[in-house]
């Protein structure tokens, strides 16, 4: 993840069904920053490294931006994916084993309306939570 020095907003991630620690680790000059919904990333190119174990459930998890007061603005403008764990064709008939497999993801998004017109703010500030 990369962060532009001195922008705005800050941010952090968060996973979802995966053993991410909350810790933070330094390994000589990098830190590897843990799932910690309260710690800001540093501007500039920011690590997160964590193994997933070999039995872990298969499966489809996803990330997101979770800086408190800040999330729903930087998931709905992107700041979220999906990781796969596993591949579960293997437990298809044989003839299924090899189909593409394919992500989809849906995100809410806030639309304002601008003189009788709807539009997604790109200028909101950042204090203010989003409506629901």
Known sequence: MQIPVGHAQPTNLHF??????PRNRKVGNVTYYGDNVLVCLPAGRSHIRFRIPENHDQGTFWYHAHLHGLTDDQVSRGLAGMLIVGDSRR??????????TRLLSF????AVNVAGRWAIPTNRDPRIPPGR
């Open 107 to 110: 995100k809410d998004v806030q």
């Open 16 to 21: 979802h069904g995966l053993p991410v620690t």
């Open 91 to 100: 437990y298809l008939p044989a003839r299924f084993r090899r189909i593409r």
